[in-house]
């Protein structure tokens, strides 16, 4: 009988460390240390976020500006200018609740690495009534501000890397509620905050269930991307073997909802 309790508590913690192998900052080189020591010379007195002071952070710099300090501190500047204009420190701090019921975006899932994965059910996203009310960039390109700060900050808390993933359900898709003419900015406007202001800040970004009208966006938003970014951005169609085979090279199936992949309540072949 002991042997059994044992053997079973034994297989526990195998399967917890197999789960739970937390993701780690980078590991730099001699000179990519060097580096990021003379960028942080030039810039961490006007750091004002705990994550923007860490090594992991800086060197998304130089990697984004091939590691030209010079380079890297001047983009760096052009992103505190516009942290200090937006305020963009205390965004995840602001009041998104009427936005947060019509917009969802779930910040409580990891990946086994102990990441945020940040999911958007975006059928429920009605990107065409803000658009009309001329909004889409106002209220919805600052609530996608507000993922990407949110996101950043509680990555680095949980792992010392301000690198998250973002998995999104694109079922349901409309060019009347998503891809109007007035909806294109937000995608647009998603992109260009990104690489300007959260560079290489992205793990992987999976888009399921997406139909083929949604192409000419992934199109769209890709030819504003580096090469980085697109690399890690992928968009699966409703093929739910395919896209389960990618997702879950990183996430729990039991983590993450039905309509992403998961097994989540997977007996009602949705998620609440």
């Known amino acids: 009988m002991e042997f059994i309790v044992h053997t079973t508590f034994v297989i526990l913690i195998l399967i917890c460390q197999r789960r739970v192998s937390a993701a780690k900052p980078p590991v730099l080189s001699a000179k990519e240390q060097t580096l990021v020591n003379e960028l942080k010379a030039l810039v961490t007195n006007r750091l004002t976020v705990e994550y923007m002071k860490s090594d992991a952070y800086l060197i998304k710099w130089l990697k984004a500006k091939k590691f030209d300090v010079n380079e890297a501190k001047e983009a760096l ?43 958007i059910p975006f059928n429920d996203w009605n990107v ?47 060019l009347t509620k998503h891809g109007c003419v007035g909806c294109i900015p937000l995608y647009l406007n998603f992109v260009r905050h990104h690489e300007l202001h959260y560079p290489y800040s992205l793990y992987k970004f999976y888009g399921v269930n997406a139909p083929a009208i949604f192409q000419p966006i992934v199109r769209l938003m890709k030819s504003l991307m580096t090469q980085s970014t697109r690399d890690a951005f992928h968009v699966f169609g409703h093929d739910r073997e395919e896209f389960r085979n990618s997702v879950l090279e990183t996430i729990a199936p039991e983590n993450i909802p039905y309509r992403y992949g998961g097994t989540k309540n997977a007996k009602l072949g949705k998620d609440k």
């Open 77 to 119: 500047d052009k992103t505190l200018v516009w942290r200090k204009e937006t305020g963009a420190d205390n965004l995840p701090y602001e009041d998104f609740s009427k936005l947060d019921k019509g917009y969802p975006i779930d910040f409580t899932v990891r990946d086994t690495s102990g990441r945020p994965v940040i999911l």
């Open 128 to 174: 065409r009534r803000k658009a009309l009310e001329g909004k889409v960039v106002s209220e919805l390109g600052r609530w996608l501000d507000f993922m990407e700060e949110n996101a950043a900050q509680l990555a680095y808390n949980l792992t010392g890397d301000s690198t998250s993933m973002l998995l999104a359900d694109l079922n349901g898709f409309s």
